[in-house]
């Protein structure tokens, strides 16, 4: 089931990519300048008017005879008209000012854990979660099963939300793509492989490879080794359990009663050592 919703994130990044590509232009169009952001800008004819600045934190620019300019908050044709008038009042005669937009810092998101691409992604217009997720170049194999989406509050408080990806991507359910906003912080917690050790009388005694979220029962972890062979004693199962001390447990198990549902499963523990002792009658 991971290996279908992986493929469906890997076709759904191709057309949301492609779309990308094709809004890019109009999202920059309609990108308002914030601080940090990192500007080229460029008066035609004049190359020592032309400079690379950085906004400040107070949202302002300083250019050659201008001096400081307030930008904050303007697209880029607004930011060009007003230069333009600003040169045209003193200095220049009918100038042509071009400003392009380098960097976009002033409205990133951080996508952490298990992507390809982690690290703070621009983000330009309106961009959901599944977006953000293929910009950071997709989900890698130990992706775990949440998402968790932090979010800073005008109130200085955080909240945060948490969406499964098979709701999302397998299921398909868009209201778990949520729009995001700057500085929102994506989170994929990593599921790293953990292991079970089963040994006697089952068919394939040895470790299991699993993952930390879906560490199998007792009964699951005998049937990924094959089961009980002929001899088995079902009814004097071992788990033995190291506590947090260092301290090993065993813990006797009758594993009949579990199969009659006299009893329920048992959940094991990472590096649980299950032993399935011989029958003798």
Known sequence: MRKKYFLILILAASVILFAQGRGQERYAADYRIGA?????????????????????EDGKISLPLLGEVEVEGLTKTELEKKLSLLYGEKYLQNPQVTVFIREYQSKRISVLGAVKNP??????GRQTLLQIISQAGGL????????????????GTST?????????????????????EPNDIVNIPVDKTVFIYV???????GAIQVKKSNIPTILQAIAQAGGFSERASKGGVLIKRKDKDGKEQQIKVNVKDIIKG?????????NDVIYVPESFF
């Open 199 to 205: 040994f006697g009388k089952v068919g394939r005694p």
């Open 36 to 56: 940090k952001d990192l500007l080229n800008v460029s008066v035609f004819g004049l190359d020592e008017l032309n400079k690379t600045v950085r906004v400040s």
């Open 119 to 124: 690290g703070p992604h621009e983000i330009l």
């Open 160 to 180: 945060s939300l948490k969406i499964s990806i098979e709701d999302l991507i397998l299921n398909g359910d868009a209201r778990l793509n949520i729009p995001l």
């Open 262 to 270: 006299k009893k329920p499963d048992i959940q094991l523990k990472e």
């Open 140 to 155: 890698t194999a130990d992706a775990g099963y949440e998402i968790i989406v932090i979010r800073q509050l005008q109130d």
